[in-house]
């Protein structure tokens, strides 16, 4: 697991250092990709950003329910794996868990569309984002997103009017967490998720189309990994501990309920104390 991480660590911040040095050629592979994907329908579709987020959401949320189900040579990577009993698995939760992720798409996807429809406002630039802009603005959403939702997810915690709109989400106590929790929330707590990332999107001026689709996907997959109940050597608290909390202590927080507020990062629950 050790020299795993190493490995990984050694690719990100070479890519890092590549990125720097080589920033007019990724200028250009920018260019080149917005100016296939601008004609394409799907993108000029005023809908494209959160269907483009259901379609993340389920391609990552079932490909961790097929390495929980298919995959025991992974288990080793489980949060909390012992080599003599392997994670649990049950199909029957599985499948409730697909159902409720059918109804979560029908109640997110029905007013943003309908809005959409409506009120059709998407405008295409000819031109990408440069790489530097790029990079900096989903960083900057990223911070953003996890600063404002902490106060939220806090006060489901604390506040006792709250605190049975948030308890669904905490369902789940039979060992790891799985990545369908990602998506087990009340209307209440899903609508404050959305909200809080279309605020995000929104307060950053001139964000290219481009980057607005690289935010949501960002946004989606540090979600599905703090969720997912694994410990790989390529998540982000494996890769940068210093900065992100990651699924291990996100898997803590599910169990504890009373630490680890964060969805990603981790340096407001440092200060304020919110640790075991």
């Known amino acids: 697991m050790k020299q795993g991480i190493l490995v990984v660590r050694i690719v990100v911040f070479s890519l890092v250092i590549c990125s720097i040095f080589c920033s007019s050629t990724l200028d250009s592979m920018l260019q080149r990709t917005w100016t296939y994907l601008k004609e394409t329908a799907f993108i000029k579709h005023d809908s494209c950003e959160p269907l483009l987020s259901v379609i993340v959401f389920f391609i990552l949320i079932h490909s961790f329910r097929y390495l929980d189900q298919r995959c025991p040579s992974m288990h080793k990577y489980k949060i909390g794996y012992s080599r003599n009993k392997s994670p649990q698995t049950l199909p029957q939760d599985q499948f409730l868990g697909m159902k409720h992720e059918f109804w979560t798409v029908v109640w997110y996807l029905l007013p943003i569309c309908a809005f959409d429809f409506l009120y059709p406002r998407r405008i295409l630039t000819e031109t990408s984002p ?16 996890d600063f404002l939702f902490y106060w939220i997810h806090l006060a489901f915690h604390k506040c006792k009017h709250l605190v049975p709109f ?7 106590e039979k060992g790891p967490l799985r990545a369908s929790e990602t998506v087990r929330l009340s209307p209440l707590d899903a609508a404050l998720q959305v909200a809080v990332n279309i605020l995000v999107q929104n307060i950053q001026p001139n964000k290219h189309p481009l980057t607005r689709l690289a935010h949501n996907i960002t946004i989606i997959y540090l979600l599905v990994e703090a969720h997912s109940g694994y410990d790989f050597p390529f998540f982000t608290h494996n890769i940068c501990p210093v900065v992100f909390g990651g699924s291990i202590r996100h898997n803590i927080h599910h169990q504890r309920g009373d630490v680890y507020f964060h969805q990603f990062l981790k340096y407001l629950d440092d200060l304020f104390g919110f640790v075991p």
């Open 130 to 145: 440069r790489w530097f802009e790029f990079i900096t603005q989903i960083c900057l959403g990223v911070l953003l997103y």
């Open 166 to 172: 948030h308890k669904y989400h905490h369902v789940w």
